[in-house]
């Protein structure tokens, strides 16, 4: 059964930006913090960005200054601002409920030079 969805992936250009969003099907932000994890084939899945029940938020050091972990929680959304973006940015995206241990399906970021 979906929990979280994950949209807003894409191609773009260095430089550009992107703006990830991950409904979740039901309130869970109160309950569970969350994150927005990475993978490239090959590798394991890393931790971008997490915020949790109060919102505090922190960042892997590769990608602090550009991106921006937020959520609505009338809307049930998280979102992951992404400015700056680098071809090493390139990556499936996925959100995570942490204490749910809830997965998103993915959204793919590709970034070129």
């Known amino acids: 059964q979906v929990q979280l969805a994950e949209s807003g992936g894409g191609l773009v250009q260095a430089g550009g930006s992107l703006r990830l969003s991950c409904v979740a099907f039901r309130s869970i932000f109160s309950i569970s913090a969350m994150g927005w994890y990475r993978q490239t084939p090959g590798t394991q899945r890393e931790l971008v960005a997490r915020?949790?029940?109060?919102?505090?938020?922190n960042y892997a050091e590769s990608v602090k200054g550009r991106f921006t972990i937020s959520k609505d929680n009338a809307k049930n959304t998280l979102y992951l601002q992404m400015n700056s973006l680098k071809p090493e940015d390139t990556a499936l995206y996925y959100c995570?409920?942490?204490?749910?241990?809830?997965w998103g399906q993915g959204t793919q970021v590709t970034v070129s030079s």
């Open positions: 995570r409920a942490e204490q749910l241990n809830y």
């Open positions: 915020i949790d029940t109060l919102g505090m938020t």
